[in-house]
């Protein structure tokens, strides 16, 4: 959802409905993001609705959500890694696909057999290269310094 597709009557009731009432307005605020973030990972701009502290009550405003990206330095350890494996000049590899992930266990949930993982939870990235029609899938910690293809 963008922002011009934002239903014109949704901030003027959210705001008729605080004027009811001090407590309903965040409670609505975090449903309305809940609601309308929904196209978050599907590279598709997402809605944020925040209250903003104003006198004598609240200015509702729609801002489309920040995308988080990994970072540079995890791409080109993850490029530099795949064209080593597959032979294909690291230029020529394209990320299609990011997004922040968290994995089960330290073998980022792709445990080999007789493999010991520790057990905690991993926060990191799943990042999609493709090349022509083929596709490779990264599994990474934070800082890429792990990494596994899926």
């Known amino acids: 959802m963008q922002c011009d597709q934002i239903k014109p009557g949704l901030v003027k009731n959210l705001q008729k409905l605080h004027q009811s009432s001090k407590y309903m307005a965040p409670a609505l605020a975090l449903?309305?993001?809940?609601?309308?973030g929904m196209g978050m990972g599907s590279g598709k701009p997402a809605i944020a609705l925040s209250f903003?502290?104003?006198?004598?009550?609240?200015?509702?405003?729609?801002?489309?959500?920040?995308t988080v990206q990994p970072p540079p330095t995890l791409i080109s350890t993850l490029r530099r890694s795949l064209s080593k494996q597959t032979g294909i000049p690291a230029k020529a590899l394209q990320v299609?696909?990011?997004?922040?992930?968290t994995w089960p266990n330290g073998c980022l949930g792709?445990?080999?057999?007789?493999?010991m993982c520790t057990q905690v939870m991993i926060p990191g990235w799943r990042v999609?290269?493709?090349h022509g029609s083929q596709r490779w899938i990264y599994r990474t910690d934070a800082t890429?310094?792990?990494h596994r293809l899926e």
Do not use: C, H, W, Y
Request: hydrophobic share 45%; charged share 15%.
């Open 31 to 36: 449903a309305a993001v809940l609601s309308l």
């Open 52 to 66: 903003m502290a104003n006198q004598p009550g609240f200015v509702i405003s729609a801002a489309p959500a920040q």
């Open 96 to 101: 299609v696909e990011s997004s922040p992930k």
């Open 110 to 115: 792709l445990a080999r057999p007789d493999e």
């Open 128 to 130: 999609v290269f493709s």
């Open 144 to 146: 890429g310094k792990t």
